[in-house]
């Protein structure tokens, strides 16, 4: 599993101070992570009562963003179907993978201005996001409507003689047709009864047609009979081939529906060779987009989180991690050394970062708050800001 760590800490004095210690702790020869700093903006604080609300709201988004992500994923593997093989190079975001733009996040300025406030940031990914999801719905229902017709006709082409289109298995000649009286059958006969089918057959009715049946396929259960009788003893010569488990398939030879089915099939074909070109460059551009706006999300929660925590002025370091796999419980026991002081101020000091943060937003917006009591009910709460990343996107389990 490729799992990051995202985490903040405030600065200590600046936050390149709280990167350099980060990085001495970790580095050595345990080799705990390998980090990279996740640059966050200087984005519009807004009121307390703000803030506390969106800190809810962007974890639902956060779900929903990664939920869409995955889903795009998982359907542009299903439409490389043969070449799936091919779907890491196709899960890019701009012109990296994923891992890389996680690595080297900076924020879209221009897609998502700094100068709007948090709520409208928030509505406009969540906008995005859900259009690119009704996008999906509606072009996967429309290619999968037109892949399982296409498999359908496939498989009527395919399989067991009992169920399969005989259409491809028989020719003109194989057919009395246009007869007042009589009629041709086509009869499904297993292959151990072949013999007993031959010696059988003229004597089910009085009036089938000495020597009208000849073996027109077989595959490795059955074989495909032709036999012409008298129209007037289909029922009676029916119901002894029952009798004897040979099965009549009902099948009129119509040369027209034939060459239908035919067509059917070579247009159904090529409309499906015409769309999978387009459909896979959108879920490319798609989901390049869709990780994106979910990664402005994460960072868009770590600011809310951390100013809830630390208080203004804002001042703290976001960092991404990349645990050393069998290193992440000695990992934990390092960031809890360094930052479990913020534990006791962030609880026992929270009038004081309350005030400290009225103080301030009354000087930018004339009012003055009071810090409701911190979200402690996480199971990934810690006393530093904390959120993983799962770039495992085709885990079937998170889809």
């Not at 221009?110 to 406030?117: C, H, L, T, V």
């Not at 960031?335 to 301030?360: I, P, R, V």
């Amino acid at each position: 599993m490729t799992e990051f760590w995202l985490v903040s800490a405030p600065g200590e004095n600046t936050p390149q101070k709280t990167w350099d210690r980060l990085n001495q702790a970790t580095a050595g020869p345990e080799k705990l992570s390998v980090n990279y700093k996740f640059s966050i903006p200087e984005l519009r604080v807004g009121t307390l009562d703000v803030l506390v609300g969106l800190s809810d709201d962007l974890g639902k988004l956060d779900t929903y963003c990664e939920g869409v992500t995955r889903k795009l994923a998982q359907y542009l593997g299903e439409v490389l179907e043969d070449t799936r093989d091919k779907l890491a190079e196709n899960l890019k975001v701009g012109d990296g993978t994923p891992t890389s733009y996680l690595h080297k996040f900076t924020w879209d300025g221009a897609k998502y201005p700094i100068k709007q406030s948090l709520r409208f940031l928030a509505d406009m990914i969540g906008k995005q996001v859900s259009q690119i999801e009704a996008d999906l719905k509606n072009k996967s229902s429309a290619y999968n409507n037109l892949k399982g017709n296409l498999q359908n006709l496939e498989r009527k082409a395919t399989g067991s003689l009992l169920t399969r289109s005989l259409a491809d298995l028989v020719k003109k000649t194989d057919f009395v047709l246009d007869s007042e009286y009589l009629i041709t059958l086509l009869v499904i006969v297993p292959k151990s009864a072949q013999s007993e089918w031959l010696n059988k057959y003229e004597k089910l009715t009085d009036m089938v047609v000495p020597r009208s049946s000849r073996l027109l396929f077989e595959d490795q259960e059955s074989c495909l009979f032709n036999v012409t009788l008298f129209q007037r003893a289909v029922d009676e010569f029916k119901h002894h081939c029952r009798e004897n488990k040979f099965v009549v398939r009902d099948f009129v030879y119509n040369e027209k529906e034939i060459e239908e089915g035919k067509t059917e099939v070579t247009r159904l074909e090529a409309d499906k060779k015409k769309q999978y070109g387009p459909l896979v460059k959108w879920l490319r551009i798609n989901f390049g987009e869709c990780f994106a706006a979910w990664i402005h999300v994460k960072a868009l929660r770590v600011f809310v989180e951390s100013v809830l925590r630390y208080g203004l002025p804002v001042n703290f370091q976001a960092m991404i991690m990349l645990p050393n796999k069998r290193s992440q419980k000695r990992l934990r026991e390092v960031l809890n050394q360094l930052y479990s002081h913020l534990d006791t101020t962030s609880m026992s000091g929270s009038d004081s970062k309350a005030n400290d943060f009225s103080e301030h937003s009354s000087s930018q917006q004339g009012s003055s708050m009071e810090i409701p009591g911190l979200n402690l009910g996480s199971a990934d709460y810690y006393p530093y800001v904390f959120y993983r990343i799962n770039l495992d996107l085709l885990d079937s389990q998170r889809l």
